[in-house]
Nanobody, 116 residues
Framework: QVQLVESGGGLVQPGGSLRLSCAAS????????VSWYRQAPGKERELVAV????????NYADSVKGRFTISRDNAKNTVYLQMNSLKFEDTAVYYC?????????WGQGTQVTVSS
């Protein structure tokens, strides 16, 4: 079955960096776009970044443009989110997501906490 497993979250100081990974299995990874979402306490889940199936196109939320970079390694069935210059407001649970024939699949999430 389709599985998405996030890793790489943790506690980081403002201005620091983290790299999240999303390992995919159970489907033809190279055929589908993958996105990162996040959900902060008391807030709705929001789109952070998306990458197309071949990785040729990316898009970002305004709040992370210039600081976050989404990429994928189709040989490893993995999508990454490089997060630099982290801010307090980046604190959230980060999820990866894909959609296959109208069915949406989510990972379990990884916690990112930005705190001094």
């Amino acid at each position: 079955q389709v599985q998405l497993v996030e890793s790489g979250g943790g506690l980081v100081q403002p201005g620091g960096s983290l790299r999240l990974s999303c390992a995919a299995s159970g489907f033809t990874f190279t055929n589908y776009a993958v996105s990162w979402y996040r959900q902060a306490p008391g807030k709705e889940r929001e789109l952070v970044a998306v990458i197309t199936s071949a990785g040729g196109s990316t898009n970002y939320a305004d709040s992370v443009k210039g600081r976050f970079t989404i990429s994928r390694d189709n040989a490893k069935n993995t999508v990454y989110l490089q997060m630099n210059s982290l801010k307090f407001e980046d604190t959230a649970v980060y999820y990866c997501r894909t959609q296959i024939y109208g069915n949406v699949y989510w990972g379990q999430g990884t916690q990112v906490t930005v705190s001094s």
